[in-house]
């Protein structure tokens, strides 16, 4: 394993780490095994952003002995209502889901507190302001319960705002080759001489230079940068996909690896078979590597595109929505009979859809939530 530091931490992190989304459901076994596998190779830096208590305990059973060995990040402000994901800037149930996370990890410290999914200016202003989700960070890591604290977000005016703040050690930010691509003919130089280029839209309404000004900003001000959706949802490796961008997993870590500020990258792992595919990075040669093949016409053709993070969550009728949308994306390279019966296990179903539009609202991706519900119900019938 390779490591690099952590920002202002001062730790050493392995530049591959795990993200824990994709076992929220997994069963305890799996949890372990994946787990096992990350460790015993050298991997000390999980993100768990997840309330739900059952992912908590297999974690808490998979570490036991092993606490000392990896760097974990709590989100602030993950929390469920009515069983479902949701997002809270209420301070004591902010609180109750900390102390929850230490109790089922089985320990008495998280190492980065982050301030979970702050996207809008507005929320930005809540968060950071007097008596928000910051004041009770900076408590509770005055009673020893975090050591560092981070935030978590999709937007690059409200990270880039809290990266410069001084008030956060660690960044947690989407990138991914999709997302940051250059123009096939323009470089760094040429597109700060070309106003036009300065316009060029990306999924959060900025533009290329301002995604790299935020990367090199974490690099000035210290802060580490810990990517996810490296793999973009899994979309980069499926042929014909909307980005025209076709990589392995070591290609698409080689690429994040490489851009400014990043110190570790948590991909979604649901199994040990995908979590050796991260870790083939460390043995890969320099030709598995390479990623210059990628078609760089394409500039954020992943736009609307859902990156399965839940975060529309929660739904007024319970519908997962992200399960729902890759379930459904999935059935439309090829539908099989496991595909339909995971649908078909689904306690709410895309027809549940009243079209409220609350999902959409909160969706960082700007993904248009109720057209892929009526394309669920085409292909599943309900």
């Not at 994946?34 to 015993?40: K, L, R, S």
Request: net charge negative.
């Amino acid at each position: 394993m390779e490591y690099r530091k952590l920002g202002r931490t001062g730790i050493d992190v392995s530049i591959i780490g795990l993200g824990a989304e994709y076992l929220e459901y997994a069963p305890k076994d799996t949890v372990v095994s994946v787990v096992n596998e990350a460790v015993d190779n050298g991997v000390n830096y999980i993100d768990l952003f997840m309330a739900s208590p059952n992912v908590r305990d297999n974690f808490g059973i998979a570490l036991k002995d092993r606490r000392h060995k990896v760097m974990v990040a709590g989100h602030l402000g993950a929390v469920l209502i009515n069983d479902q994901y949701s997002k809270t800037r209420d301070n004591a149930l902010a609180e109750s889901y900390v102390n929850d996370l230490l109790t089922r990890l089985q320990t008495d410290y998280i190492d980065v507190l982050m301030l979970h999914f702050v996207d809008e200016p507005d929320d930005y202003e809540s968060v950071f302001g007097p008596k928000g989700l910051l004041e009770l960070a900076l408590s509770l890591k005055k009673e020893g319960k975090a050591r560092f604290i981070g935030l978590s977000g999709h937007y690059v005016p409200t990270a880039l705002k809290a990266v410069n703040s001084g008030k956060i050690d660690v960044l947690l930010f989407p990138v991914n080759a999709a997302f940051d691509i250059l123009p096939a003919d323009m470089d760094m130089d040429t597109m700060r001489q070309d106003n036009s280029y300065n316009e060029v839209e990306t999924t959060d309404d900025t533009s290329i230079l301002q995604r790299r000004e935020l990367y090199h900003a974490c690099v000035i001000q210290d802060v580490g940068l810990v990517a996810m959706k490296i793999y973009a949802a899994g979309r980069l490796f499926v042929k014909d996909n909307p980005s025209n961008i076709l990589l392995t997993p070591v290609q698409c870590i080689n690429y994040v690896l490489s851009q400014p500020g990043v110190c570790t990258v948590v991909p979604g792992c649901k199994n040990v078979p995908e979590m050796k595919a991260a870790l083939a990075f460390l043995d890969a040669t320099d030709k598995e590597k390479d990623y210059s093949s990628i078609d760089i016409n394409s500039v954020w053709k992943l736009a609307g595109s859902c990156m399965y993070c839940n975060h529309c969550l929660p739904c007024p009728v319970s519908i997962d929505i992200g399960m729902v949308s890759r379930i459904t994306d999935t059935a439309k390279y090829g539908m099989t009979e496991s595909v339909l019966s995971e649908y078909e296990a689904l306690l709410a179903k895309a027809s549940d859809c009243t079209e409220c539009g609350v999902c959409a609202e909160r969706c960082p991706f700007k993904v248009d939530v109720i057209t892929n519900m009526m394309q669920a119900v085409d292909i599943f019938g309900k």
